[in-house]
């Protein structure tokens, strides 16, 4: 797969292009850009020739079940494809997420999460703590849609598609790795545009960056809970049909971090896999806040079934 470099690091596959927008300092330049209440706004000017999908917040179609006050889709593997694929068709632009303990634990204090998560057109459960939490109010999710084995059917279905895919996040070199690698595993993959997650640059360069290259979906790295405020806000100015956080699968994909065998994903206990290779890192997270989501889903259980959320 052909590789190209930009002036300031972006690279380009498949033989797509892209425009360098800036220096290496990361200031934007140009007079057709501005910042509005901390999301990107371009001028109509800018991008006269494409059209900005609007952005589709949350969904009164599709079933949820509220965990610590995030409504978690309630969806099999195919009927959230099949959903995902008719949002599409509609030409809107939708944010998908994917919930585990360690992420609600942290939507629990943090007020910009919370509301990115809220505000996604589907949260999918991701690991054994959402479906014991499922237990605790007497419902059951139909599949555990974990976001390393889901997100391979999203890029299949981008594949069937023709979707232009972009690859946003981890360090240096581990998008190209997981665009080469995915291209290899997917059939029909068309992956338009790779940059990693530690260019400096402003939230607007990294848009434009996703724009030029006229991607359908875009793959974002970040981890939580910045990836989930980071689509939140820009999502819509990248012109993407579809956008979704994904934490460690790219460096999964890239070969850098080991995945969890499948039969432990399939149970939801692959944290216990991660635990046992970064236990210094990552302990707290799951030896102390396993059981403190456990608490905190037992105290919730008696809350409404359905809670009804803010539009924008």
Not at 230 to 236: G, P, Q, S
Request: net charge positive.
């Amino acid at each position: 797969m052909a590789v190209s470099r930009t002036l300031d690091g972006a690279k380009t596959l498949d033989g797509a292009s892209s425009t360098s927008i800036g220096g290496a300092s990361g200031s934007p330049v140009g007079s057709d850009h501005r910042i509005l209440a901390g999301r990107v706004a371009l001028s109509h000017d800018s991008f006269a020739a494409q059209t900005i999908p609007s952005r589709a917040i949350s969904s009164s179609t599709v079933p949820t079940l509220p965990i610590l006050g995030v409504p978690i889709s309630k969806l099999t593997g195919d009927r959230a494809l099949d959903a995902i694929g008719r949002w599409a068709d509609d030409g809107t632009c939708q944010m998908l997420a994917y919930v585990n303990a360690h992420t609600l634990n942290l939507a629990v204090r943090i007020d910009d999460l919370r509301r990115s998560l809220s505000r996604s057109r589907l949260v999918m459960n991701d690991g054994v703590g959402l479906n014991l939490a499922a237990r605790m109010r007497g419902e059951r999710f139909p599949e555990n849609l974990n976001g390393s084995d889901f997100t391979v059917r999203l890029l299949q279905l981008a594949a069937s598609r023709d979707w232009g895919v972009f690859l946003l996040g981890g360090e240096p070199g581990v998008a190209e790795a997981a665009a080469d690698r995915l291209t290899e595993r997917i059939e029909g993959l068309r992956v338009v545009g790779v940059c990693h997650g530690f260019t400096g640059e402003s939230d607007e360069m990294l848009v434009r960056r996703v724009r030029d290259a006229n991607a359908s979906l875009l793959v974002v790295a970040f981890g939580s809970p910045r990836q989930e405020i980071w689509l939140d806000r820009n999502l819509e100015a990248t012109g993407t049909l579809v956008g979704v956080g994904v934490g460690a699968f790219l460096d999964f994909c890239a070969g850098r971090v080991r995945r969890a065998p499948r039969w432990m994903n399939a149970l939801g206990i692959k944290w216990c896999f991660r635990l046992l290779q970064e236990p210094r890192r990552l302990w707290r997270r799951y030896i102390v806040g396993n059981p403190v989501f456990l608490v905190r889903a037992w105290r919730d259980r008696h809350q409404p079934a359905s809670i009804a959320y803010p539009r924008r």
